[in-house]
């Protein structure tokens, strides 16, 4: 049996090279097919030309179109509304905004408006909103003053032991008084009294919470890094050593003892409550004299 020639090759693993192969590959390629080849090239050089045309224009468009807004007046900021501010002024709201003159509402920055009014003293969260066409709303919540801080002059500090801000000028505040750090200190150690500031704050909620129907409110707290902190009441004057921790155990012990005291509780200058599960009394300088001039006449 006698194989073509184009056979022979399929079975010694070669290509075939026979005529009709041969002549397709020499075909040349159809008009449609770069007809689409050209108008793909033309569409790429189009679109690169305007890209590029449209990248250095755009600074002009830009600057066009924002005067003509402005020209026109429809999108420029003309009120300012402020919800929520007490402490913090309005005019100090509004001067940290940084409005530019003639400000188009679209093109302000809200996010970094809203950093800026963050950052003032009083601020502890900000909304602000766009109220087309030409208005803003600006909703701020402010820190609450729980008490004061004396460093080297007042300070206000909020219910989470934050430093606000110092005592305005000529205000009368009924806040209850930390003391026992110098500005020095504060600023050596900040951690260490920023921490014991923060459990000051803690023991004056849970006072504020539980001891409402208490007959003394707190007056003072003094901080100490070795011993903690320790109380000075209102009308008694009576100083309650509670140190780091536990301070809802150890007020309930003081609050037994004052049952079982009564009315002697008036004699006592301090109650150590840092005892576990005991309080040691100790009572004022001038009932321990009156107690000896009573031994020394037989009348105790």
Not at 64 to 91: M, P, Q, T, Y
Not at 134 to 159: C, G, H, M, N
Not at 167 to 194: C, T, Y
């Amino acid at each position: 049996m006698i194989l073509p020639r184009s056979e022979k090759s399929k079975r010694r693993g070669r290509i075939s090279n026979s005529r009709t192969d041969v002549r397709r590959a020499r075909r040349p390629q159809s008009k449609s097919s770069n007809r689409k080849l050209l108008l793909l090239l033309a569409f790429s050089c189009i679109l690169g030309l305007g890209g590029g045309a449209l990248w250095l224009w755009w600074p002009t468009l830009v600057a066009g179109a924002d005067g003509w807004l402005k020209g026109r007046e429809d999108f420029l900021v003309k009120e300012i509304i402020v919800h929520g501010n007490c402490r913090s002024s309005r005019l100090e709201i509004v001067k940290v905004l940084g409005l530019a003159p003639r400000q188009l509402i679209f093109t302000f920055d809200l996010k970094k408006a809203q950093g800026r009014v963050d950052a003032l003293p009083f601020i502890e969260e900000t909304r602000i909103h766009r109220r087309w066409p030409d208005r803003l709303e600006i909703k701020v919540k402010e820190r609450q003053p729980k008490a004061l801080l004396y460093l080297d002059k007042l300070y206000l500090v909020d219910e989470k032991g934050r430093v606000i801000a110092p005592v305005p000028e000529a205000e009368r505040l009924d806040f209850p008084l930390i003391n026992g750090v110098s500005m020095a200190q504060w600023k050596n150690q900040p951690e260490v009294w920023s921490r014991l500031l923060r459990k000051a704050l803690d023991l004056l909620n849970l006072w504020e919470k539980k001891g409402r129907e208490w007959p003394e409110k707190v007056a003072q707290i003094g901080l100490d890094e070795v011993c903690g902190l320790t109380v000075f009441t209102t009308d008694m004057d009576w100083e309650l050593q509670l140190g780091l921790e536990s301070f809802d155990e150890r007020l309930e012990h003081w609050r037994k003892i004052l049952k079982v005291l009564g009315e002697r509780s008036a004699a006592v200058k301090y109650f150590d409550c840092t005892g576990i599960g005991s309080v040691v009394v100790g009572l004022r300088p001038q009932t321990i004299r009156d107690d000896e001039r009573a031994e020394e006449h037989g009348q105790k």
